[in-house]
């Protein structure tokens, strides 16, 4: 049963630390994404790659996000310096046919 | 720009039918989702139609299309407890790659 991995599944770090996050997606997918998740902004966009060149980055605080994709099995976001307004729910998705796009258990990240 | 939206929310008895409604603005959208988000899990991709369709049925789930008011409801059949969740409708932006989320309907299913 293939499915998005994401790691770690929680985070809780202090502000100023950097952070990263791992995300596997499903075999063979060419596009990927990644999401934020909060209560106030609901689902937002940060940056996606296909064939693992970003192709829009622009919904990513540059000055502290960074998002890349080493190689096709590995996603990685990373926040450095994390800020406790950085406190969400992150999701990666990986993208099928017909568009569909199959997301991950996301990581839940807290910043103090 | 593009916009999807939902209403926040959905409450039902157990074994009635819920309607999940949603509207949208991009008349270029190809396909439109329904996607499911139960408490601390990621969204879970439930259905799709293509936008030259008007229903598709899966199960005890009804999506129906209307293009030309650019609306798309869910339907489920003999909803459950554990149907209890956040449904997402969204649609796929016309050749952007990028889709378009509701801000989410929470259906609540009283026993």
């Known amino acids: 049963d293939a499915r998005v991995t994401q790691t770690p599944r929680h985070k809780v770090t202090e502000m100023g630390q950097e952070v990263t996050m791992r995300c596997q997606p499903i075999?063979?997918?060419?596009?990927v994404f990644w999401y934020r998740q909060t209560m106030m902004q609901g689902l937002e966009l940060l940056a996606y790659f296909r064939n693992r060149a970003p192709l829009d980055d622009s919904g990513m605080p540059k000055d502290r996000f960074s998002a890349e994709m080493p190689d096709a099995t590995l996603a990685t976001l990373k926040i450095q310096p994390s800020e406790p307004r950085d406190s969400a729910v992150y999701f990666c998705a990986s993208e099928g046919n017909q568009e569909t796009q199959y997301f991950g258990p996301g990581t839940r990240l807290l910043v103090l | 720009g593009e916009d999807v939206e939902q209403s926040l929310f959905l409450s039902v008895r157990e074994g009635d039918s819920s309607v999940i409604n949603c509207t949208y603005t991009?008349?270029?959208?190809?396909?439109l989702y329904w996607y499911k988000q139960e408490p601390g899990a990621g969204l879970q991709l439930l259905t799709y139609i293509f936008s030259n369709m008007d229903m598709k049925q899966d199960q005890r789930l009804t999506v129906l299309l209307n293009k030309k008011d650019k609306h798309l409801s869910l339907r489920i059949a003999d909803t459950q407890t554990g149907d209890s969740a956040i449904y997402f409708c969204?649609?796929?932006?016309?050749?952007?790659?990028?889709?378009?989320f509701g801000t989410g309907t929470l259906l609540a299913v009283q026993p």
């Open positions: 991009d008349s270029s959208s190809t396909y």
């Open positions: 969204a649609d796929n932006g016309g050749a952007t790659n990028k889709l378009i």
């Open positions: 075999l063979g997918h060419n596009t």
